[in-house]
């Protein structure tokens, strides 16, 4: 797969994306949340708010996790074999496309490495380049807080999802769930009008979990070594 080629496809099978799954059902299981809960007293609605939050934190690790493993295993493969990883390469690019877009470091900025032989050229005049790369996006992981668009982004785009890669809807879907998210965490989540049922919520998390195990069943194809 080169740079440019189309990301649309993925099957491989995806064992987070069913260990998500079961862990999801295990929270409601716990919390006693099925389709029948309804917000009768405060009890109920604590239960239900609880699941929100806990299954917001499923989904925030479950995206961190696939960032981290790309980039366990690219650095592993580089320091092992000397290959660079699809998403190594894209993490190369990003980097100095960040630097051109910066005005006090676009100056000394390399043109970006579009090419293989470019991003082997660089690697081998600078083997640490690329483990300075992992290091600064792996601070971008430790200091995510959340699930929303522009978070999803920051940690999947420069490793080599785009845009057209995500389900549609996946990523409204995840601005809405951390404002209902936002809801309960900023105490406005009691009011009436933002009762949550079981319903609402079991089907929120069922709607997002395929777009979710997408992006965990890409994660062999950027691991794979550019030629």
């Not at 980039?71 to 190594?88: C, M, S």
């Not at 390469?89 to 043109?111: D, F, G, P, T």
């Not at 080599?160 to 996946?170: A, C, I, P």
Request: hydrophobic share 40%.
């Amino acid at each position: 797969m080169a740079l440019g080629e189309s990301i649309r496809s993925a099957h491989s099978w995806s064992r987070r994306g069913e260990t998500l799954q079961k862990r999801l059902t295990e929270l409601a299981s716990s919390l006693h949340v099925t389709n029948k809960t309804a917000p009768i007293n405060q009890e109920t609605v604590d239960q239900l708010h609880a699941f929100r939050v806990l299954a917001y934190s499923e989904t925030q690790a479950f995206i961190e996790e696939v960032a981290e493993q790309i980039l366990v295993v690219t650095e592993y493969n580089f320091k092992t074999h000397q290959k660079i990883t699809h998403a190594g390469h894209h993490l190369m690019v990003n980097a100095e496309i960040l630097q051109l877009a910066n005005k006090s470091q676009a100056r000394n900025s390399k043109y970006p490495p579009f090419e293989v032989s470019a991003a082997h050229s660089l690697l081998a005049a600078d083997p640490s380049l690329l483990a300075d790369h992992v290091k600064a996006h792996r601070k971008r992981i430790t200091l995510n807080n959340g699930v929303k668009s522009h978070n999803v982004r920051a940690l999947l785009l420069p490793l080599g999802y785009r845009e057209e890669f995500f389900k549609v809807g996946l990523l409204d879907k995840l601005d809405a769930f951390g404002r209902e998210r936002g809801n309960v965490a900023h105490g406005t989540g009691a009011i009436a009008v933002n009762l949550p049922s079981g319903s609402a919520e079991l089907a929120r998390v069922n709607a997002i979990t395929p777009g979710l195990i997408d992006i965990d069943r890409y994660v062999p194809r950027l691991l794979r070594p550019i030629i």
